[in-house]
């Protein structure tokens, strides 16, 4: 069992930057894949980026491609998710999720929101 704890939501302005943080419990983070998700109003949820348990591997979704960067400290059991740039559109609840390399994600977050105003 994991339990996630998201933080760093908050209110930005169009172009500025949020880092967001994901908490994990449990000794055996670095044996999961974490992704990070998110949920607009009135849409569906959408997978924003992933990392694979050692570090090594990432993905992002298109819409975040060079402006959205996922990371993860192991002896912390934390990931990241640093977001520059920031558009309207990124306007969301944004929650991370543990899960496996088959895209599995058993585990969820309580969600974050962030809000980018123009």
């Known amino acids: 069992q994991v339990q996630l704890v998201e933080s760093g939501g908050g209110l930005v302005q169009v172009g500025g930057s949020l880092r967001l943080s994901c908490a994990a419990s449990?000794?055996?983070?670095?044996?999961?894949?974490m992704g990070w998700f998110r949920q607009a109003p009135g849409k569906e949820r959408e997978f924003v980026a992933a990392?694979?348990?050692?570090?090594?591997?990432?993905a992002n979704a298109d819409s975040v491609k060079g402006r959205f960067t996922i990371s993860r400290d192991n002896a912390k059991n934390t990931v990241y998710l640093q977001m520059n740039s920031l558009k309207p559109e990124d306007t969301a609840v944004y929650y991370c999720?543990?899960?496996?390399?088959?895209?599995?994600?058993?585990?969820w977050g309580q969600g974050t929101q962030v809000t980018v105003s123009s």
């Open positions: 999720a543990a899960g496996y390399s088959d895209g599995r994600y058993p585990y």
């Open positions: 449990g000794r055996t983070f670095s044996r999961y894949r």
């Open positions: 990392i694979s348990g050692n570090g090594f591997n990432t």
